[in-house]
Nanobody, 122 residues
Framework: QVQLVESGGGLVQAGGSLRLSCAAS????????MGWFRQAPENEREFVAT????????SYTDSVQGRFTISRDNAKNTVYLQMNSLKPEDTAVYYC???????????????WGQGTQVTVSS
């Protein structure tokens, strides 16, 4: 069992930056692909970014490419999402998740955090 806890969300003006963290306990994250997803009110949960176990392979949804960076520190059992040049449309609850197989579909992720709210004002 893996427990995931996100932190770092908050209110920021458009153009600003936030760094989300996802700390794991229960098992080492080094065996898992890690992903970030987000869900805005009345929207489905959508893929944001994913990273493989070593950190060598990363993938992003088009809308955040070049603005967001996913990274991981397996020694600290933590995954990060650096978000720059934030836009109002980035406003959502952000979730981290762990998967044995990775990918962009939420259904392939077995463990989820409780989410952290990111609000970007215009």
């Amino acid at each position: 069992q893996v427990q995931l806890v996100e932190s770092g969300g908050g209110l920021v003006q458009a153009g600003g930056s936030l760094r989300l963290s996802c700390a794991a306990s229960g098992r080492t994250l080094s065996n898992y692909y890690m992903g970030w997803f987000r869900q805005a009110p009345e929207n489905e949960r959508e893929f944001v970014a994913t990273i493989n176990w070593s950190g060598a392979s990363k993938s992003y949804t088009d809308s955040v490419q070049g603005r967001f960076t996913i990274s991981r520190d397996n020694a600290k059992n933590t995954v990060y999402l650096q978000m720059n040049s934030l836009k109002p449309e980035d406003t959502a609850v952000y979730y981290c998740a762990a998967s044995a197989i990775g990918g962009r579909r939420p259904g392939t992720y077995h463990y989820w955090g409780q989410g952290t709210q990111v609000t970007v004002s215009s």
